[in-house]
C-alpha cells in the first residue's frame, strides 16, 4: 500500500506540535506503507530517507496554494492515499484521502482567532470531514465532537492518542539549566486558550512569589514585569523537557484542548499538573491531576496552593503520574490506528457524506 504524506509540517520553518508528532510517527509506519513525503519546494527538505516531492506552488507561502492547487495536481498520478494530518483536504480529490482533525476549536471559541483565521479552519475542516474517508483524532473527545458537530458517520472517525516523547521523563536532563533556581512553577503563553495571564493571577492568589516559587511562562509575551515572574521564549524540546521535570507544578489554566500535549508532557516528567476538567484533559490525565473545580483565579490558586503546601499530594500526584504514564499508548499504538485509517480508506470502506452547515 502507498500512501503520499503532508509532511509540510516537519520542514525546518515549520517546525511544531504536528511536525514533533510525525516524526515519532514515521519509523513505525515506513516499514509497513510505502510512504511518499509531499513537501514545499520554497523550504527546505525533510531529510527523513523516504522517497519526498518538493511541490512548487504560484504563490509561495500560500498554504491553501499548496493544498489546493500543488497537491492535486500531483496525486492525480498517484495510486495510493493521501493524508493530511492538518484539518484539510483538496477540494478535488483524486485518490482516497484521509484526515487528522486535531480540535474543533475554531468551532466553538471564534473568540480565539481572528475572523478570516477561523473561517478558514471552518471551511477546510467541514469540507476535510465530509469528504474524507476516514478522520482521525487524537482524543475520543475530539472524536464525539466531529461527529457530533458535523454529523458524520461515527465509523468513519478513529482514535489516534498522541503519545509522549521519550525525552520527558523525571530525569530529564537538568544541565539543560532553568532560568531560576527550584522551587519554581511552570506555565505557558502562546495560543489565547493558554491563558497566560490567568496563570500569572493564580500563582499570585497562591502567594507564589511570597513563598519564594517562582513562575516560568513559557513561550509568553507582553507580561508585565513582577518578583519571581520568568518569561522566556520558545524552548527546545530538551529545554522543555529539562524545565518540566525540574518544576514544583506544572499550572495549565487552559480552556480547552483537544488532546493537551503539554500536561502528558509534565505527566511523564513526575510534574503535578494543575488544571480544570476542560476538554480532553479528564481523558489524558484521568485522576492524576491536582484539579480546580474551574479554569478561574480562585479555583486555581486553592489547587495549586494544595500541592505546593502538602508535600505528600504533590510526590502521590507524582507517583500516580509516572505510573499513567508508563501505561500510555505509545507510538506504535498511534502507527496502528494510522495503518488502519490507510487501509479502510484504499478499500473505500469510509462512506464520505455532507457536512452540517
Known amino acids: 500500500m502507498r500512501v503520499a504524506l503532508d509532511a509540510r509540517w516537519m520542514q525546518p520553518g515549520r517546525e511544531g506540535g504536528i511536525g514533533r508528532g510525525l516524526s515519532n510517527l514515521l519509523p513505525h509506519l515506513r516499514d509497513e506503507v510505502e510512504l511518499h513525503l509531499l513537501t514545499d519546494d520554497a523550504l527546505p527538505p525533510v531529510a527523513t530517507g523516504l522517497p519526498e516531492h518538493p511541490l512548487h506552488t504560484p504563490w509561495p507561502g500560500a498554504a491553501a496554494g499548496w493544498l489546493q492547487w500543488s497537491a492535486p495536481r500531483w ?151 513582577q518578583p519571581g515572574l520568568v518569561a522566556t521564549g520558545r524552548l527546545t524540546d530538551p529545554e522543555w523537557a529539562a524545565l518540566l521535570a525540574g518544576a514544583a507544578a506544572f499550572l495549565y489554566p487552559t480552556g480547552y484542548e483537544g488532546f493537551g500535549m503539554p500536561a502528558l508532557e509534565a505527566m511523564a516528567s513526575g510534574t503535578p499538573v494543575v488544571c480544570a476538567r476542560v476538554g480532553a484533559l479528564p481523558e489524558v490525565l484521568g485522576d492524576v491531576a491536582a484539579w480546580a473545580a474551574a479554569p478561574a483565579v480562585d479555583e486555581l490558586a486553592t489547587a495549586l496552593s494544595a500541592v505546593l503546601d502538602d508535600p505528600g499530594l504533590a510526590a502521590a500526584l507524582r507517583e500516580a503520574g509516572l505510573a499513567r504514564a508508563a501505561g500510555w499508548p505509545g507510538w506504535d499504538r498511534c502507527a496502528a490506528v494510522h495503518l488502519d485509517a490507510y487501509r479502510r480508506a484504499a478499500a473505500g470502506s469510509g462512506s464520505p457524506t455532507i457536512t452540517a452547515p
Open 75 to 225: 496525486l492525480r498520478t498517484f495510486d495510493g492515499v493521501f493524508h493530511c494530518p492538518f484539518y484539510g483536504l483538496p477540494v478535488r480529490h483524486p485518490v482516497p484521502m484521509v484526515v487528522t482533525i486535531h480540535d474543533l476549536t475554531f468551532e466553538h471559541h471564534r473568540e480565539w482567532f481572528r475572523p478570516r483565521v477561523a473561517a478558514a479552519f471552518r471551511m477546510q475542516a467541514r469540507h476535510a470531514a465530509g469528504h474524507a474517508e476516514i478522520v482521525l483524532t487524537p482524543s475520543e473527545h475530539v472524536r464525539e465532537d466531529v461527529v457530533r458537530t458535523y454529523s458524520v458517520d461515527p465509523a468513519r472517525v478513529l482514535v489516534a492518542p498522541n503519545a509522549v516523547d521519550p525525552v520527558f521523563r523525571p530525569d530529564a536532563n537538568c544541565e539543560q539549566g532553568a532560568p531560576v533556581p527550584a522551587p519554581y512553577v511552570v506555565a505557558l503563553g502562546g495560543a489565547p486558550r493558554r491563558n497566560a495571564r490567568l496563570a500569572v493571577q493564580s500563582w499570585q492568589r497562591a502567594g507564589g512569589a511570597d513563598r519564594g516559587v517562582a513562575l516560568v511562562v513559557v513561550g509568553a509575551a507582553g507580561l508585565d514585569p
